[in-house]
């Protein structure tokens, strides 16, 4: 190649640079790309899904994908490093369209999914990607209710063989919730590592972690601890002395419950007592109340009779409040526990749209416990971001479920557009299927020969 001029072999390996740069994956958003917080990358790495909630990994590094409605997925990935993966083959490992939400998978090969109803297990090969179907049971049930169907499933790793059940209110207002017996809004645990004939009946079985949670769709374990925290859902229209409070108040909640182990439990107030998120008016009679109190909104319908005093010393606080409307769906750990990931899924009862994100915690990994003070208004950092949401909800990206995969990247389900985003910590360096851009050490090789040869 000495008789090429050098300007043709700098082009040529200018050429290269870009091209061994390029992902093979080039899909695209449909909608204005979502914005990542600095150091932070992303990929839209599938599409076409009908409305994915949870995801999960199998022990082959497959990617399984409850699709509400559909069944549940599970795609292989192409790992080319960095943000760069692709789907290489999809298939589908249960069709059923009774499946809602809920999926979990055990170091034994059982899969939990979840219906409005009951909680299903199947025993899982992950080499072939494939249930057995007729090993399928019923392992949970009795916990039909219309409002809020999602059932939110983790196994527990502080306590193996321990699956906790999420079930939500019965509406927006749910008096039920007063109720212990009646299981609705509670969280429990059931020991399906026990052989037992017959299911675990929900309002009556198992452990109870806590109740007077409205709809606390997101728990997760604390990797050092072993604690196991929720993030709730709190009511869309809500009146206080007569006056309408729903747009700042009451804000979602980060709980605690003890561990699995050791239990704390206790009632967290709904239907009767709620965390503030915002002091400023409208909000009336605030007194000494302050972000992450609990307070007493006008009573409603047969519900129990409370005041702010009894709110804050009967009931169950936050640990942390967040904007409401927000809608917190999910929350991951990091592998040492340093920091929480919460999906935002965004609102739909608030003029002004919040929420439409994936943020971030500190986390203290020793303690357990956030970083942040309980009446901190901005624990949670965005770490991926719609610009725009005005264009939400159908116009955006929507997160739900969240799943650690290899190279401590995050995988992130948007349901309203059927997609699966990957996120990684690594300086923003490959992000939205564009092309890398050579490095300056690279280009200054390629200079340097160009003009040697």
Same mark, same amino acid.
């Given at each position: ?217 997101? *728990? %997760?374990?604390? &990797? #050092?601890? !072993? ?6 859902? /709190?009511? $869309? ?123 971030? *915690? %500190?986390?203290? &990994? #020793?303690? !357990? ?6 009446? /901190?208004? $901005? ?75």
């Amino acid at each position: 190649m000495r008789d090429r001029p050098p300007a043709f072999v700098f082009a040529l390996l200018v050429a290269a640079t870009l091209s061994a740069a390029k992902c093979s994956n080039d899909i695209q958003p449909a909608y204005d790309h979502p914005v990542p917080a600095a150091g932070w990358s992303w990929r839209l790495i599938a599409n076409g899904l009908t409305k994915p909630r949870s995801i999960t990994f199998d022990s082959a590094g497959a990617l399984l994908v409850l699709d509400e409605g559909a069944g549940i997925n599970r795609l292989v990935l192409q790992d080319d490093g960095g943000t760069c993966l692709r789907v290489k083959e999809k298939t589908v490992v249960v069709a059923d369209t009774a499946l809602g939400h809920g999926l979990a998978l055990a170091d034994d090969g059982t899969l939990y999914a979840s219906t409005d109803n009951d909680v299903w297990s199947w025993a899982y090969n992950s080499g072939a990607g494939t249930v057995d179907t007729s090993s399928k049971r019923t392992v949970v049930t009795n916990m039909t209710n219309s409002g809020h169907t999602s059932r939110t499933l983790m196994l527990s790793r502080a306590s193996p063989g321990w699956l906790v059940v999420s079930r939500g209110s019965e509406g927006n207002d749910d008096p039920l919730a007063q109720v212990e017996a009646s299981g609705h809004s509670q969280i429990r645990a059931f020991d399906v590592g026990e052989a037992r004939d017959t299911p675990y009946n929900f309002p009556s079985d198992g452990r109870q972690l806590g109740w007077g949670l409205r709809n606390s769709v997101g *728990i %997760a374990e604390h &990797p #050092v601890t !072993g604690g196991v925290w929720s993030v709730e859902n /709190s009511v $869309d229209n809500l009146q206080r002395a007569g006056i309408d409070i729903h747009v700042d108040n009451p804000g979602e909640e980060l709980n605690y419950h003890g561990s699995i182990a050791n239990i704390e439990g206790g009632n967290y107030g709904y239907p009767v007592c709620y965390a503030l998120w915002s002091t400023d008016a409208p909000f009336p009679s605030l007194g000494d109340l302050t972000t992450g109190s609990q307070f007493a909104p006008d009573r409603r319908g047969n519900q129990t009779s409370s005041n702010d005093t009894t709110c804050n010393s009967e009931y169950k606080a936050p640990e942390l409040t967040f904007q409401a409307h927000t809608a917190p769906l999910d929350i991951e750990f990091d592998k040492n526990g340093s920091n929480a990931f919460v999906s935002f899924h965004g609102s739909w009862n608030r003029p002004e749209k919040v929420g439409y994100s994936v943020n971030v *915690i %500190a986390w203290d &990994p #020793v303690s !357990g416990r956030p970083r942040a003070a309980r009446d /901190s208004k $901005d624990a949670a950092v965005p770490v991926l971001s719609n610009k725009d949401l005005t264009k939400c909800p159908r116009g955006c990206f929507r997160p739900v479920g969240l799943a650690w995969g290899s190279q401590e990247r995050l995988f992130v389900a948007s349901d309203t557009t059927g997609e699966i985003y990957v996120l990684a910590n690594d300086g923003g360096k490959d992000s939205g299927g564009a092309l890398l851009m050579p490095s300056m050490t690279v280009l200054a090789a390629a200079l340097v020969l160009g003009l040697v040869l």
